[in-house]
């Protein structure tokens, strides 16, 4: 059973009962303020009867004194070391000191970081090497489930959405070159448009934008989840390669299954630019599919095919880099994650530029 907290002025002397606890103060917190007020200028405070006296309630007097001791104070030793200790508390918060952010220092960081990340992925990348030297020795190691399982996730399952952009893609480039050429009267070159644009360029990136925004984040996220639950960790203690059994089934897995996504992606988003070209320029399938090689180098399909394998790579190696990165909390799983797809994406889109300057001079019809 708690004391009340009782408080009673006697001829200018406030004597205190009870408990003064914060257990015990709250219900009766509104009446109490209202009469520590009233109690306002004594110079006597009794505290001898009070049978337990803890911070909260011992702010509360030390507030009512004005945060000055009174001239007559009757109380336990236990209790003024208690008051003791709030009375040397600071009466504000002291400020935090504002950072400035200076240009060269935050550039001179962001190096740093992606340095780190790089460090961090040539070493991924060495592991893996190992990996598969292992695996070239013993056959038998090798994480068949995983990797089918990757590249069903990662692939069979992303075909619908990569058709679907694909063949607007291939409607809009179409609908919008067709109008540009009927007015120069070129309306045939929408086949060499469409070929070298969506089978060189459109069809690999856009599905390396996709593949590292679905499945990159998918990977980062499921790894990120495996370090919060200490699976990594568990695999460890039981002898497991994590490289071994979690990252190089999803490296190989998007290998491999990205060059087929590219090849798919091509042919619907082709599909929707003839389909676009036969209601704008009354071009005829046929006429499409028959002029379609002449129009376009098989240089070109070895390419966007060589992108995707070089793309599928990045995108998996960046997403397990950024999935043991992850630390245990749920802050750090989903910055991670974002960082992943960014960076992700950036790479896909500088070893793009790396391409398009290493080829510039194959699958290009002469004129």
């Given at each position: 059973?708690?004391?009340?907290?009782?408080?009673?002025?006697?001829?200018?002397?406030?004597?205190?009962?009870?408990?003064?606890?914060?257990?015990?103060?709250?219900?009766?917190?509104?009446?109490?303020?209202?009469?520590?007020?009233?109690?306002?200028?004594?110079?006597?405070?009794?505290?001898?009867?009070?049978?337990?006296?803890?911070?909260?309630?011992?702010?509360?007097?030390?507030?009512?004194?004005?945060?000055?001791?009174?001239?007559?104070?009757?109380?336990?030793?236990?209790?003024?070391?208690?008051?003791?200790?709030?009375?040397?508390?600071?009466?504000?918060?002291?400020?935090?000191?504002?950072?400035?952010?200076?240009?060269?220092?935050?550039?001179?960081?962001?190096?740093?970081?992606?340095?780190?990340?790089?460090?961090?992925?040539?070493?991924l990348l060495g592991?893996?090497?190992?990996?598969?030297?292992?695996?070239?020795?013993?056959?038998?190691?090798?994480?068949?489930?995983?990797?089918?399982?990757?590249?069903?996730?990662?692939?069979?399952?992303?075909?619908?959405?990569?058709?679907?952009?694909?063949?607007?893609?291939?409607?809009?480039?179409?609908?919008?070159?067709?109008?540009?050429?009927?007015?120069?009267?070129?309306?045939?070159?929408?086949?060499?448009?469409?070929?070298?644009?969506?089978?060189?360029e459109l069809g690999?990136?856009?599905?390396?934008?996709?593949?590292?925004?679905?499945?990159?984040?998918?990977?980062?996220?499921?790894?990120?989840?495996?370090?919060?639950?200490?699976?990594?960790?568990?695999?460890?203690?039981?002898?497991?390669?994590?490289?071994?059994?979690?990252?190089?089934?999803?490296?190989?897995?998007?290998?491999?299954?990205?060059?087929?996504?590219?090849?798919?992606?091509?042919?619907?988003?082709?599909?929707?630019?003839?389909?676009?070209?036969?209601?704008?320029?009354?071009?005829?399938?046929?006429?499409?599919?028959?002029?379609?090689?002449?129009?376009?180098?098989?240089?070109?399909?070895?390419?966007?095919?060589?992108?995707?394998?070089?793309?599928?790579?990045?995108?998996a190696l960046i997403?397990?880099?950024?999935?043991?990165?992850?630390?245990?909390?749920?802050?750090?799983?989903?910055?991670?994650?974002?960082?992943?797809?960014?960076?992700?994406?950036?790479?896909?889109?500088?070893?793009?530029?790396?391409?398009?300057?290493?080829?510039?001079?194959?699958?290009?019809?002469?004129?």
């Open positions: 059973m708690i004391d009340v907290p009782r408080l009673q002025i006697e001829s200018g002397r406030v004597v205190l009962t009870g408990q003064w606890t914060l257990a015990a103060i709250m219900p009766e917190l509104s009446d109490l303020q209202q009469r520590l007020a009233a109690a306002d200028g004594a110079k006597a405070w009794d505290l001898s009867a009070v049978s337990r006296l803890d911070s909260a309630a011992a702010v509360l007097l030390w507030r009512a004194w004005q945060q000055a001791w009174p001239d007559e104070l009757n109380i336990s030793a236990v209790q003024r070391l208690v008051l003791e200790r709030v009375a040397s508390q600071p009466a504000t918060s002291p400020q935090l000191p504002v950072r400035r952010h200076h240009l060269v220092a935050a550039l001179g960081s962001l190096l740093l970081r992606a340095l780190g990340n790089l460090r961090g992925m040539i070493v592991q893996l090497l190992l990996d598969l030297a292992h695996l070239l020795r013993h056959p038998a190691d090798m994480p068949w489930r995983e990797l089918s399982a990757t590249i069903y996730k990662s692939g069979a399952q992303a075909l619908p959405v990569t058709a679907l952009v694909g063949f607007l893609i291939g409607v809009t480039i179409a609908y919008l070159s067709a109008l540009q050429l009927r007015s120069l009267g070129a309306d045939l070159f929408i086949v060499n448009i469409l070929g070298i644009s969506i089978i060189r690999p990136v856009l599905v390396a934008v996709l593949v590292a925004g679905r499945s990159g984040s998918a990977m980062t996220a499921q790894i990120g989840v495996m370090r919060l639950t200490e699976e990594i960790d568990a695999l460890a203690t039981m002898g497991v390669s994590r490289s071994l059994r979690v990252v190089l089934p999803k490296i190989l897995g998007l290998t491999v299954a990205m060059p087929l996504i590219v090849l798919w992606t091509s042919a619907i988003a082709l599909l929707g630019g003839m389909v676009a070209a036969m209601l704008q320029l009354d071009l005829s399938l046929l006429y499409f599919v028959d002029n379609l090689p002449r129009a376009v180098p098989v240089a070109n399909l070895y390419i966007g095919l060589g992108k995707g394998v070089v793309f599928g790579f990045v995108i997403a397990c880099h950024f999935g043991l990165r992850v630390k245990p909390d749920s802050e750090s799983l989903s910055a991670n994650t974002t960082r992943a797809v960014v960076t992700a994406i950036t790479a896909v889109i500088l070893v793009d530029a790396v391409f398009a300057i290493l080829t510039r001079h194959i699958g290009v019809p002469s004129l």
